[in-house]
Structure formats: structure tokens, C-alpha cells
């Protein structure tokens, strides 16, 4: 009886164990578990900057991000480029033309060569003028078409101003641009050299509300000498008419020979 039993105990035993042993052999292996990829390592900050040394501006250069270093060395690079551009441009023009003459050639150091013009023309503003006496009274005043001086006070008068013309040239014009809406009073307009040499001489009549301009190519001691004589313009004034005779401008147009 106790043979039977020990046996029974036994079988049971076996057969547990090729179950178990079958179980395992048939399982399949669990599938590997997903490899997860870890953030590349940031490099660790270094120490705090002393805030007196922000002030003072001196950081080394590697204790900075380097976004910061590429725009700085990218600004350095422009600098130097624009310093280079700028040292092989042409400095600013010094030199100057006389009257009757233009820029021909400016050299690199601002210096001009110039060249004469056959033709020309100079022309004053009477804003620019003066009274013959310091006595009489002038204004500035406006109408359509121009800008001009008058007569405010004191004995009729002129406006003196001085005019600069090409040495040698041959004057071959005089014009004078005016307001003249007076019936009583006529304008006038001359031009003279310093000896007291009337060149040339304009006049007026009747009234017009409008700018109008007088000419003449009746000149006397046509050829300009610079270096005997000064050149100016007179213009007629008059306290009586005031605002309605109001010089403009005069113009004098020359040659060369």
C-alpha cells in the first residue's frame, strides 16, 4: 500500500515537472525593451561673472556663448572692410572756380582743375544790396513770381551791390528783373566800374502788377579788368512808390575772347 502511494506521489511529480518543463520550452522571449536616447550633455556653465567686471567691460572672450563671438568677429570684419572703402574714396572738393569758369579734373585730395566758359552769366539779388545811405529805410517783401527789396524811408535811393565777373571777358549784356506798379515813379538799373565808368543803363515806365524784365546790349567799356577796377549794380529805389517798385535781380551776360 504504501509502494502504491509513493509511486502515485511520484508520477504526479513527474508530470508536473514536464508540464512545466514544456511550458517553458514552448514560451516565446519577451520582446528587448526600446532603447531610449538621452539628451546630449550640455557643457556646465562656469562660474558667475562679477558684475564689476560687466561694468568695466572686461569679460573674456571664451567665457562668452559663442553666437555672441561669431557677431562680434563678423562686426569686426565689416569695420575693417568699411575702413578700407572709405580710405579709397576721394576726399571732399577744397579747391574752387572763379566766376566764368567751371570744375574740370578733381584730384584725390579735394583740389579741382578748371576750365573757362566761352559763354556765361552772373547775376546779383537785390536781397543781397545795400542803400547808398544809411540813412534810408528797406524792406523784403514777396509778389508772384520773385522776392525783392524796397524802399521804406528817406530820400530816393539805390541799392548798391557789388558783382563779380570773369577777368578779360566782354560783356555783352546787362538785364534787370523788377516790380515797377507805380504811374508816378520809374525804376532803374545800372552798371558801373569803380573808376565811375557807367557800362550799361536800364529804365522803366508805366505800371504793371507784374514782374517784368528789361534789357540791353548797349554796353560801354565792354572788357572786364579784375585787376584795375571793381564791378557793381545800382538799383533805382523810392520811399514815394515803396512796395510798388521793388527791385529783384540783374544779370550780366559776357564772352570770352
Known sequence: MKLKLALLVGGLLLAGLCVAVGYVLGRQPPPPAPVVALPPERPT???????ERIQSGRIAVERMPVAVTDVLETHTTEIIRTREILEG?????????SPGSAIRVVGEDGSVVCQ???RGVV?????????RSSATGTAQASVPGGVGRFQTSGEDDFLVIP???????????????????????DG?????????????????????????????DAIEARRVDNSGFGYMVFLQMSARAGQNLMPISASVTYRLP
Do not use: H
Request: charged fraction near 20%; include cysteine.
Open 45 to 51: 556653465a562656469g562660474p558667475p561673472i562679477d558684475a
Open 89 to 97: 574714396k576721394q576726399a571732399r572738393i577744397t579747391g574752387t572756380c
Open 116 to 118: 573757362r566758359l566761352p
Open 123 to 131: 547775376s546779383v539779388s537785390a536781397l543781397a544790396g545795400q542803400p
Open 163 to 185: 558783382i563779380s565777373l570773369p577777368d578779360g571777358a566782354l560783356v555783352t549784356g546787362f538785364s534787370y528783373t523788377l516790380w515797377d506798379n507805380d504811374e508816378a515813379v
Open 188 to 216: 532803374g538799373a545800372y552798371l558801373y566800374r569803380s573808376d565811375d565808368t557807367m557800362m550799361a543803363k536800364l529804365a522803366t515806365s508805366g505800371a504793371k502788377g507784374e514782374i517784368r524784365m528789361v534789357s540791353t
